[in-house]
């Protein structure tokens, strides 16, 4: 019996992370719990900033009484802890959806490694790659902990719209894909992305067994992938936090990075051309 689950494990996990990924895309494209309409979350533009200014400057009516002028001069109502809860769980499950495909090929392989290992009597029980995969996603709770926060933060400004949850400011806009681009050119993140490109020499490294020992491997390689995307994430608040478009674009370009050939050239130029944009948006 062991060895027929041993023999179908890398399958079982394979289909268990095309599931959750499938099932993260799933509560995106339904909207996340936020009632968003397809066209918000589909919206694409150049500089989406001015987007989100004239989409406030229509929504907003030819007359309002005193009282309404009041209250929109004291910004936007304050998150209730259900609007706290299903702004986090939205991020984490971004997280899910855009990571998942790009640290597939490397929580399949600390299965193979661990079943190898096993065979040798090197390690006791099934290949705990849930156990790894948990910790590799904990890593990326708690990025969505500390985006939501940030969240907030740019709502009450007002520098993030809340209707479309992108930038309303040229400034934020521009320095995030500033920000974004030059840290695609650094070796902190080439570094950091290294580590994502060598899942074998990743795992000879730091290898630990049992299911402790994958909850700390998973939590290593998240945080290495948090080091290496963190900045490309943050151009959510530039182009809209659900927007579909920007989600995809952006789960493309982290798979090229991390599991193409080229995968450090294309940083690269995707970090010329964010500072590029960003000069561009600073000057529209």
């Known amino acids: 019996m062991l060895e027929r689950v041993l023999r179908h494990e890398r399958m079982i996990a394979s289909v268990g992370l ?15 719990g936020l009632d968003m309409s397809a066209s918000e979350m589909t919206t ?33 109502p304050a998150w209730s802890p259900g609007l706290w809860a299903l702004t986090a769980a939205m991020w984490w499950t971004m997280m899910v959806a855009m990571m998942t495909p790009s640290a597939a090929p490397t929580i399949l392989l600390y299965g193979r490694a661990h079943r190898h290992a096993l065979a040798h009597g090197q390690a006791a029980g099934l290949a705990p790659v849930w156990a790894f ?17 940030l969240h907030w933060g740019l709502e009450r400004a007002s520098l993030v719209s809340a209707a479309t949850m992108g930038s309303r400011s040229r400034w934020l806009s521009g320095a995030v894909l500033m920000a974004a681009g030059a840290y695609q ?24 067994p049992g299911a402790l020992g994958a909850v700390r491997l998973g939590v290593l390689h998240g945080t290495y992938c948090v080091g290496c995307c963190w900045l490309l994430m943050a151009l959510l608040f530039v182009g809209g936090v659900m927007n579909l478009a920007w989600i995809a674009a952006l789960t493309l370009l982290v798979m090229a990075e991390k599991v193409f050939p080229g995968g450090p050239w294309v940083a690269r130029v995707c970090g010329v051309v964010m500072l590029a944009w960003g000069a561009a948006t600073l000057l529209v």
């Open 44 to 76: 694409l533009s150049l500089f989406p900033h001015k987007a989100a200014q004239a989409s406030a400057a229509m929504s907003m009516p030819m007359s309002m009484s005193a009282a309404e002028m009041r209250d929109m001069a004291m910004g936007p």
């Open 185 to 208: 050119l650094s070796p902190l993140q080439q570094a950091c992305l290294g580590h994502c490109r060598s899942p074998a020499a990743f795992l000879s490294r730091h290898w630990r």
């Open 133 to 149: 995969a948990a910790g590799y996603l904990l890593v990326w709770l708690g990025f969505s902990l500390a985006a939501a926060g």
């Open 18 to 32: 095309a599931l959750l990924c499938a099932l993260a895309w799933l509560y995106l494209l339904t909207g996340a």
